[in-house]
């Protein structure tokens, strides 16, 4: 396939350096516009050299503040950093809030920080999959780290840290964190644990629990707990040093066995999309609505329905 | 296809009112265990005359306590309830926790309410599929309601809520509230706003920011606000009847209109479900397999990749 002329000028741009281009390369591959895979094809040599940092957590556990002073450390070492936000967006506008934007005021005048929030969106493909699609374009523009940000709630959300090599989860000292956590699948998946608003009533207790929690675990790595005030810059150099430790436990071989991962996903959803766009083309629609309405009416049993759809798609 | 003898045994004693036999059904379709389609294809005329009403919002907003004071009311006009909690769950242990479960007590041992936490199994389908096939099995079970409850944090979660006729977004007074409840797309999926905990300091407020969002609303229906204070049970009488006024305003027509979209992402969500088992078969996989060695390597380019395993499996 070849390239479309104004995707081919920013390319050229964005292959200088561009941060612009990068932008709106960016939405480009976001919004699945045509040209999108090529690009990321013959932009692919260049991947594959970043860091890639997951931070996650509940809601209100501090995490947008925490990426903004855990880029600065990063920044301190001379290291260029891609921030990539993915909110879970509304179905209906289709677009993230500013909120994180506005709140990572802090490092958004720092021209070695680049800062952008993702919004889910369902039809083209899951936010895990758009996110690593965008993270692969980062790596490919030259950011040394990427920090991937999503609220630890929710399977798509949780889903998205797959794309790190390390995972931070964000606890505060708040009953019932840790279940909360627990329930959203995020205790399996942590590289590190960070302890944010360390300095509030309770801290110590949930790093008790924390603490009593990890020794159940049978995994070859221990997750350390770090404890931050992100609101102060408090422990982030520690957390910065956390995430070093847990890629250089990885090792060239444990992180290209995620990258490994993450290639799999990549082609099997990627895969998937394909089917489901050539499934339901408008003849494909017009059969589903026509059974849906048998079903209504009882005329059909649902997975009957079902039958007939799957033989009509091939 | 014909049922299997031991799912034959627990039809009849389901068709019976054996509440038992329910619950071991609902864990046959929630697992997806081999005939749970022909059961629910056989079970699909007694469908459709039940009450649906999603509870959805932040975690913390109290959403299991409302629950449980909503059935109550319900309950008080002689009406059987069966209440359905879907939590995002560990990928890992593939099982929800038990807290939804314990904090219902108060209607736990009224035989008219039937309690279920539904785990997000995320191989099987998603959320909210499952949820819609199990609440199929409660409605031909034969309760009048029935409760779907889910954290109004992340996609498949919210999604959840399409299963419902009536959707009720439950908010406390509390900075941020409504920026993530927007956030999460629940704006505008709510049919009935609850402040609950409204005997809290910034209740106001909330009620103030919601009216403002709410005047700009181009809806033919304009939800109301109810206050409550769950704990207390206070204002529950309101909200029953704030879901009812809702329900009247749907009308037949309305509600059909909402049966038929369920059905439909039903249809559409099984042929697909159907697709991926056929794909990733042990072939298939082996392909997928190899083809993201061969990206690793950079053997291949991504999307190329993708392409030959389209091609491949037709």
């Known amino acids: 396939m070849e390239l479309t002329s104004p995707l081919d000028a920013l390319r050229s741009r964005f292959v200088?350096?561009?941060?612009?281009?990068?932008?709106?390369?960016?939405?480009?591959?976001?919004n699945h516009r045509g040209g999108y895979e090529a690009l990321l094809d013959s932009l692919f040599e260049r991947t594959g050299n970043a860091l890639r940092v997951g931070i996650t957590g509940p809601p209100g556990a501090g995490k947008s503040t925490l990426v903004n002073h855990l880029a600065g450390a990063f920044r301190k070492r001379g290291q260029t950093v891609g921030i990539l936000a993915c909110d879970p967006s509304s179905p209906f506008s289709g677009g993230a809030l500013l909120g994180d934007r506005v709140r990572m005021s802090a490092v958004s005048d720092d021209p070695g920080v680049f800062i952008r929030s993702?919004?889910?969106?369902?039809?083209?493909?899951?936010?895990?999959?758009?996110?690593?699609?965008?993270?692969?374009?980062?790596?490919?523009?030259?950011?040394?780290?990427?920090?991937?940000?999503?609220?630890?709630?929710?399977?798509?959300?949780?889903?998205?840290?797959?794309?790190?090599?390390?995972?931070?989860?964000?606890?505060?000292?708040?009953?019932?964190?840790?279940?909360?956590?627990?329930k959203a699948g995020l205790m399996e998946i942590a590289d590190v644990f960070c302890l944010n608003k360390s300095d509030q009533p309770g801290a110590d207790l949930l790093e008790h629990s924390l603490r009593q929690l990890l020794s159940l675990s049978m995994r070859d790595w221990t997750p350390p707990i770090v404890s931050t005030v992100a609101v102060q810059g408090k422990g982030v150099g520690a957390l910065?040093?956390?995430?070093?430790?847990?890629?250089?436990?990885l090792g060239v071989a444990g992180q290209?066995?995620?990258?490994?991962?993450?290639?799999?996903?990549?082609?099997?959803?990627?895969?998937?999309?394909?089917?489901r766009r050539a499934a339901w083309n408008a003849e494909g629609q017009a059969l589903l609505t026509r059974l849906a309405r048998d079903v209504a009416q009882k005329k059909r049993a649902p997975f009957e329905a079902v039958g007939c759809l799957v033989e009509a798609l091939g």
């Not at 612009?20 to 976001?30: H, P, Q």
């Not at 009953?175 to 909360?180: F, I, T």
């Not at 290209?256 to 394909?274: D, F, G, H, Y």
């Open 16 to 30: 200088q350096g561009d941060v612009l281009a990068l932008s709106r390369l960016i939405s480009w591959v976001e």
């Open 118 to 182: 993702l919004a889910s969106r369902d039809a083209l493909g899951g936010l895990s999959s758009t996110t690593n699609e965008v993270a692969l374009l980062c790596e490919a523009y030259g950011f040394d780290v990427i920090l991937l940000e999503t609220v630890g709630v929710g399977q798509a959300e949780v889903d998205v840290m797959h794309s790190a090599d390390t995972v931070v989860v964000t606890l505060v000292p708040q009953s019932g964190d840790v279940v909360q956590a627990m």
């Open 240 to 249: 910065r040093a956390a995430v070093l430790d847990h890629e250089a436990f």
């Open 256 to 275: 290209a066995q995620r990258q490994q991962q993450r290639l799999t996903s990549m082609l099997k959803e990627n895969a998937e999309a394909r089917w």
